[in-house]
């Protein structure tokens, strides 16, 4: 009998790891950019994840479901950790003195991909999240994993999910659109840019 994908990865074949790359990497390097705002980081993001999930191959369970989610939990874990690890460089390195400001094309880049100023709000605005608000915000709309499936790649309830997703678009809607509103557009006074909060309304809730 063939054996699964699961089975085959748990057991150390990396035939297997390649499918998985094959499969999920792209989607994981969409993930780790638009989190990061930095492409040479989300390629960083990218291996890092998949040096993860070899690494932890053993602690897979046996079944037939989708490694999708479980591949999930394990970027979100690396992208806290390399979120965490530039803020703590970039204080070092404030604590150094200031240095000539470079500009930095990553959000142009990022703004550009996903099509428009609202997008960039609710980029803007999710640091003003809590952290748990944040990772079932991305897991759920930029990558478009259902309620399950997010919540298995954060080990938390279904419930907990729906609970976390709902605030988190709650608050990113008021502060996104708190932040269009205030960018007028230049054509004429008091006119505000046009789209509204498209991203952060095509929420997938209703296929959920």
Same mark, same amino acid.
């Given at each position: ?14 035939? /297997?790891? +390649? ?5 999920? %990497?792209? @989607?994981?390097? $969409?993930?780790?950019? *638009?989190? =990061? ?68 094309? /990553?959000? +142009? ?5 996903? %099509?428009? @100023?609202?997008? $960039?709000?609710?980029? *803007?605005? =999710? ?82």
């Amino acid at each position: 009998m063939e054996l699964s994908q699961r089975a085959r990865l748990c057991a150390g074949d990396r035939s /297997a790891l +390649g499918e998985l790359f094959d499969a999920h %990497a792209q @989607a994981v390097y $969409a993930y780790a950019l *638009r989190t =990061l705002g930095d492409w040479a980081a989300a390629e960083d993001a990218v291996s890092l994840t998949y040096l993860e999930a070899w690494r932890l191959r053993g602690k897979l369970h046996e079944g037939d479901e989708s490694l999708r989610p479980w591949l999930f939990g394990i970027a979100t874990n690396v992208l806290h950790n390399t979120a965490r690890a530039t803020r703590r460089h970039k204080a070092a390195m404030a604590r150094l003195g200031e240095r000539e400001p470079v500009e930095d094309f /990553a959000e +142009g880049l990022v703004t550009r991909i996903d %099509a428009g @100023a609202e997008l $960039a709000a609710v980029r *803007r605005a =999710l640091p003003s999240l809590r952290r748990s608000e944040r990772e079932v915000f991305r897991l759920c709309v930029w990558v478009g994993l259902d309620y399950a499936s997010a919540a298995e790649a954060l080990g938390v309830p279904v419930g907990t999910v729906r609970s976390r997703l709902s605030r988190a678009r709650t608050r990113l809607r008021a502060l996104a659109e708190k932040e269009l509103t205030n960018r007028r557009d230049p054509t004429g006074p008091g006119q505000v840019r046009d789209g509204g909060l498209v991203a952060a309304r095509s929420m997938q809730g209703e296929n959920r």
